[in-house]
């Protein structure tokens, strides 16, 4: 690393409606590139992990192109930057999903409410995981982080914590 310097992930929420990282990212992160290194806002693995409005993913090949812009952005500033990966599970609303109950492990709502592109609301129940879709999940966190070195990031952290997916399976 250049420095000392360590940039946390920070939820921004300025790409496009669709996951897509805007100009606005990059220059976000292009702004922050003197920072020894950069860990990316929480990125969706997949279309069923979003749950926050203009928040970035990372499972298409659009996502992996507007993340590149970034990517590249930073390291011609000389900057090192991890991506962020996670999927909200539970956290998040059928709003996000043309009316399908979010996944989780478990059908246990969470206390609370979030913004939906159709206003705040209460979380609802998810439908629970069944067993064979778990390796599915794991295969779109697997493609997730293929997706990120795709788009030039020097490496991905888990965000295994915060009452997200990974974390509910353990709470």
Not at 12 to 18: G, K, L, Q
């Amino acid at each position: 690393l250049s420095n000392r310097i360590i940039m946390a992930p920070l939820t921004r929420m300025r790409s496009h409606a669709n996951g897509v990282p805007s100009d606005l990212n990059v220059e976000y992160y292009k702004q922050r590139s003197s920072a020894g290194f950069i860990i990316s806002e929480a990125t969706a693995i997949s279309k069923h992990g979003v749950g926050y409005i203009n928040a970035p993913g990372i499972y298409s090949e659009e996502h992996v192109q507007g993340w590149k812009n970034v990517t590249d952005a930073v390291h011609n500033e000389g900057g090192n930057i991890f991506l962020q990966m996670f999927h909200v599970g539970r956290i998040s609303h059928s709003d996000f999903f043309d009316g399908e109950l979010p996944i989780a492990p478990s059908s246990i709502r969470a206390n609370g409410e979030l913004h939906t592109p159709k206003g705040k609301k209460d979380f609802e129940t998810p439908r629970a995981l069944e067993l064979n879709e778990i390796p599915l999940l794991i295969n779109e966190f697997r493609m997730a982080a293929q997706n990120a070195k795709d788009a030039g990031f020097d490496g991905i952290e888990l965000h295994a914590a915060n009452g997200y997916i990974i974390n509910q399976f353990v709470d």
